[in-house]
């Protein structure tokens, strides 16, 4: 939980020659510090669309190693993955695992999933006491056990229930609280505004959109021209979700929706820095941004460091070739390495093609 993993260190990220700005956390600080600094901003509220690029909840990926990273970058709010209301009431090892954080991991949103109210509120009371900036409640979770437990997506049909859902967490809890939608069921019963406006009148602080309905999965492009709707039709701020790989689609996504903020989901795979790109270009700073390759040799070596530390080091190796593959994507050479990479027996082994990799690409 928050707390049990404040002592968690981790080292300065040094600068490469030549690296131009390698700005990323300076993560080592002191427990009581971090304590501190987690109330005091419970306190003072925060900022939390301050670079207007949000980093996504991303089941098996949105982990506190993940988010560092893109924190790095300059992502100016993160999400956990969607945890059980269930799980957290019952207080499970592995929900309440989820919830692991540490003082550079602020603010922190977390979000939540399921269909009863009661147990929403409960959840949601739960997460807030650790010491969440906001919570965030699923409405647009397409898994099949997700929808039949009667959570997720199929809250977009039930607008009643999403109306209880959302007045029940916002009454339990004095942090934000914001809603995750969907474009709707599906290309005939398209109602995001209409929920919008639901969870505008039950409290919600922001609404987030991601631009496809439940029946695309995430398949299809993203229509845009539904955040656009939603934003004409609320007056929380709005943040759009959906097909931004590059920094221009954020910012082609804000002139076309005219959103509050973006949030990046599977374009900061493998491109945590897109973050830093968007501000970049949000603040007219500069085009695209790329980190030179020895910056990215050094990304992924503490990114993995960091997953080591948090899942243990016989898991991080498992969970961490995705990683792997998604850092080296369209890297001169990377299919090669890429199939090398996948039936790689050790930890040693594949740092070594790691190097080796990099090595070759001078
Ligand atoms: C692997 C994966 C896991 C996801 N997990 C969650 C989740 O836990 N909660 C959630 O609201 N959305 C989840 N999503 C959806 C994303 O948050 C986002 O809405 C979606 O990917 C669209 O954004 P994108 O086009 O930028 O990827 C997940 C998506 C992917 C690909």
């Not at 131009?20 to 109330?39: F, L, P, Q």
């Not at 039930?158 to 609280?177: E, F, G, Q």
Request: glycine letters at 8%; a positive charge.
């Amino acid at each position: 939980m928050f707390k049990d993993i404040i002592p968690f260190r981790f080292q300065r990220i040094t600068r490469r020659q030549g690296g131009g700005d390698g700005a990323y956390c300076t993560y080592v600080k002191e427990a009581d510090d971090a304590a501190n600094k987690i109330s005091q901003r419970k306190r003072i509220g925060i900022n939390w669309l301050q670079n207007k690029a949000l980093l996504a909840p991303l089941a098996g990926i949105s982990n506190l190693p993940f988010r560092l990273v893109a924190r790095s970058f300059g992502c100016s709010l993160a999400f956990t993955e969607m945890i059980s209301a269930n799980g957290l009431i019952r207080k499970s090892d592995k929900t309440l695992n989820y919830l692991r954080t540490s003082a550079e991991d602020q603010p922190l949103g977390v979000q939540i999933f399921g269909a009863q109210p009661d147990i929403m509120a409960e959840a949601a009371r739960i997460v807030a006491d650790q010491g969440a900036a906001l919570i965030d409640i699923n409405m647009g979770c397409p898994v099949k056990k997700v929808i039949k437990a009667g959570a997720g997506a199929i809250l977009m049909k039930d607008p009643d229930r999403a109306a209880s859902i959302i007045t029940a967490v916002k009454k339990a809890v004095s942090v934000a609280v914001t809603v995750k939608i969907r474009s709707g069921w599906n290309r005939s019963s398209i109602n995001a505004v209409d929920i919008a406006r639901i969870a505008e009148d039950c409290g919600a602080a922001a609404i987030i959109i991601h631009a496809r309905t439940y029946d695309q999965g995430f398949a299809g492009d993203a229509d845009w021209s539904i955040i656009a709707q939603v934003k004409k039709a609320v007056g929380l701020p709005v943040i759009g979700n959906g097909d931004i790989w590059y920094p221009r689609d954020a910012m082609k996504m804000r002139q076309e929706t005219s959103c509050d903020a973006v949030m990046v989901g599977r374009g900061s795979l493998g491109d945590p820095w897109i973050f830093k790109g968007i501000h970049q270009l949000f603040s007219g700073a500069g085009e695209d941004y790329l980190p030179t390759l020895s910056q990215r040799y050094e990304i992924i070596n503490t990114h993995w460091k960091m997953e080591a530390q948090f899942s243990g080091k016989k898991i991080a190796d498992k969970s961490f070739r995705k990683h792997l593959l998604w850092y080296t994507k369209g890297l001169p050479g990377s299919s090669r390495f890429r199939q090398i990479v996948s039936s790689m027996p050790d930890r040693q082994t594949m740092m070594d093609e790691v190097d080796r990799f990099f090595q070759s690409l001078g």
